[in-house]
Each structure stands twice: as structure tokens, then as C-alpha cells.
């Protein structure tokens, strides 16, 4: 109902948790998911929530597992506006009933029809769009390998059991000493970094994901307090190092999902000092349509051959490119990979080594 008081926007979901572990998840989610649109959401009873220099809401009541309401001020340039927004957390036989409920909303907006059009636009349409193919199949892209988050991915990506037998190919193929400076693109959990620190070199990793980078840094706690390592959020194609930082540099499980892997080539190479050497795993055709790659993720990953993924590292003007075959089979065994998956890892695996001049 609209009147001078505006109208009441609601939607809920129900959830097989406990109301802390409801409120525990939602708020972990929507401080990233707000992050990353722009919007810093500071958790607790005397949070703020700021878009660009403006204080967008103001946290007035903070009680986990139960309740959070916000002062909320939707227009800069009307700031006496002020609405409330409440998250309820409310226990219903065994599952948490989550709501979210904007209170005294849509008075900035006009009169009802124009209330009817932010609704169908704003809320309706992308509601619709969320749980539709595009969005759902991006989402669970996302959140599973893209750019992890979640408490699945932080448990899988603490221990990639499936990607160690990658690992080794790569430590293998860089035979690091102490005197290295390593870099790892895409670092995920940072379990390869770990791995690597073994040599006694030092390191960094970036990633684009903030519970990567989190995890990676919480992995390697030790390393990144003595500074050893760093750990970074950010993109592959904007590599936050001078020129010539790194004897080497690595990336596994992410050429595939690079808009243009060139680009970050280049970057490699530019933070590589003369004669850095790289080793990146491939993305390879064969893994197309097999389980290793679930299906809403399938069209989302590119694949490429080997001639491709070579002519990649010659456009970012390195030199010495080969890209060679190397069989996981016995490392996938020594990892601890269950007998009936050792299957996967039968058919050679592709590797990018390449040099900086
Ligand atoms: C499939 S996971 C692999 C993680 C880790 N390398 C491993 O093998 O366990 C791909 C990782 O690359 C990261 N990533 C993908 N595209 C990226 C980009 N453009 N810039 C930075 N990180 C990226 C993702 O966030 C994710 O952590």
C-alpha cells in the first residue's frame, strides 16, 4: 500500500540452517556481493554502509541470528530522506525464515504507476533474471571456479585434492631455488604457494576473488607474517607490480576463464625480469563434457589446443614457448586421488612453458 508513508518492499527465502548460521552466511555473502558493487557494508551494531563518499545506511539494531535493522538514506541528494530496512532471521520448525523488508520506501518515485514500473524494472525483472539459465549457470560458475566464494569452494580450494597432481607439473617444470621470486596468477586457496614456499624462495599471489585471497593468505599464514609472501586482490589483467619483479611466474585452472589471455600474458611478462620463466597449465579440449567441468560451466570455459595456447604466449612476445604433454597418472596416485577417478588423469595434460627475454 502507498501513502505519505511510502510502501513496504519485501522478499523472503526459507533455509534448512539454524537462524546464526543463516544470519552468519547471509551477511558473509552480502558484505562481498556489496563489495563488489561498490558499496562498503561494515557488519555490527555500529556499521555503516557507504556507496562512493556517501553514508548510504547506518546499522541501529545488530542482533545475531535475529534481526538487523538499517537507517537507509537512498537519495544523496535528498538526505533528510530516510527509510528502514529490516533483515528478520526468524526460526520456523527446524529452518530460518530469511525476509528482508524496506520500509516506507518509493516516496522519491512518483505515484503508484511509477512505483508499479521501479518494481517490475528494479526488482521483478532481475529477480527473474537471477534464477533464470544465463545468470544461475554465471552464478554457479562464479562462485564454484571463476571467482570462488562460499563455504563449499573455501573447503574445497583449502585442499584441491584434484589439482595437486597440476601442482607437481608445475613445481616440477620450475625447479625453484632460494633464490626465486615466484608469482602465481589466480592463486585460488593458495595451496600451490605452499607448496612452492618448500623451496625456500619467496612469493606472491593475486586473485580476484576476495575469499581467495583470504584463504590464501589464512593457508600461508606464516609466510605472509614473516613476508615471504604477499597475497593480492586483483586482476589478471592488471598485475599490481613494477616491471621486472618476478624470476617466475605460474597459473593453473585460469587461462580458460580469461576473457583474453594475452592480455595477462603480457602483464606476466612484463613483471618477469629477463630470462623469468613461465609454466602454465593449459585449458585442455579433451576435458570438455567430462565431470571435471560441470555442465553449467561447460560453455562458460574455453578451451583451447595446443598450437592455440602456444601462439598465446608468442603474442605476448615470449620467447623459448613450448608447450609440452606431461601425464598426471602417478602424481594424481600420490596425491591420494581415489582409484576409480585415477581414470581422468590417463590422457596427457597440457603445459605452457615459455620465457621472458
Ligand atoms: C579454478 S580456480 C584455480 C585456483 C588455483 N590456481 C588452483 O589450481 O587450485 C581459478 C582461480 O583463478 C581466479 N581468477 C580467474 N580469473 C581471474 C582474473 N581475471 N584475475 C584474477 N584471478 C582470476 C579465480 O578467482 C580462482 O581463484
Known amino acids: 500500500m502507498m501513502n505519505d ?22 551477511v558473509k555473502d552480502l558484505t562481498l556481493a556489496l563489495t563488489r558493487s561498490g558499496i562498503h557494508f561494515e557488519t555490527g551494531s555500529e556499521g555503516r554502509i557507504i556507496q562512493k563518499t556517501f553514508e548510504v545506511g547506518r546499522i541501529v539494531a545488530w542482533e545475531p541470528g535475529k534481526r538487523i535493522a538499517i537507517e537507509w538514506r537512498q537519495a544523496s541528494w535528498e538526505p533528510d530522506e530516510v527509510t528502514e530496512i529490516e533483515f528478520l532471521f526468524k526460526e520456523i520448525e527446524g529452518s530460518t525464515q530469511v525476509s528482508i523488508e524496506h520500509h516506507h520506501w518509493g516516496r522519491q518515485l512518483g505515484d503508484a504507476s511509477e512505483i508499479a514500473g521501479w518494481f517490475a524494472s528494479e526488482i521483478a525483472a532481475p529477480f527473474l533474471r537471477a534464477t533464470a539459465p544465463e545468470a544461475l549457470a554465471d552464478w554457479i560458475t562464479d562462485r564454484m571456479a571463476r571467482r570462488p566464494s562460499g563455504t563449499q569452494s573455501r573447503a574445497f580450494y583449502s585442499d584441491p585434492l584434484y589439482h595437486y597432481p597440476n601442482f607437481r607439473v608445475i613445481l616440477s617444470e620450475l625447479a625453484l631455488t632460494p633464490d626465486d621470486y615466484l608469482l602465481e596468477v589466480g592463486c585460488g586457496g593458495g595451496v600451490l604457494l605452499k607448496e612452492a614456499l618448500q623451496s625456500g624462495c619467496r612469493a606472491a599471489g593475486i586473485d580476484h576473488s576476495l575469499d581467495m ?16 609472501l604477499q597475497i593480492i586482490e586483483a586482476s589478471a589483467d592488471h598485475l599490481p607490480f613494477s616491471d621486472a619483479t618476478f624470476t617466475c611466474a605460474t597459473m593453473t585452472g585460469v587461462i580458460g576463464f580469461l576473457d583474453d589471455p594475452v592480455i595477462a600474458l603480457k602483464e606476466i611478462r612484463r613483471v618477469l625480469v629477463k630470462g623469468g620463466r613461465l609454466v602454465a597449465l593449459g585449458s585442455d579440449p579433451k576435458l570438455r563434457g567430462t565431470w571435471v567441468i560441470p555442465k553449467p560451466m561447460g560453455p562458460r570455459l574455453r578451451f583451447f589446443e595446443d598450437d592455440e595456447l602456444g601462439s598465446f604466449a608468442h603474442k605476448a612476445g615470449f620467447a623459448d614457448v613450448r608447450v609440452v604433454q606431461r601425464n598426471l597418472e602417478s602424481f594424481a596416485r600420490d596425491a591420494g586421488v581415489p582409484e576409480e577417478h585415477l581414470s581422468l588423469f590417463a590422457e596427457d595434460t597440457s603445459f605452457l612453458l615459455a620465457r621472458n627475454e
Open 5 to 26: 508513508k511510502g510502501i513496504t518492499v519485501c522478499t523472503s527465502i526459507d533455509l534448512p540452517l539454524k537462524p546464526a548460521e543463516a544470519f552468519d552466511a547471509v
Open 213 to 228: 585471497v583470504a584463504l590464501a593468505r589464512e593457508v600461508n599464514r606464516d609466510a605472509v607474517s614473516t613476508g615471504r
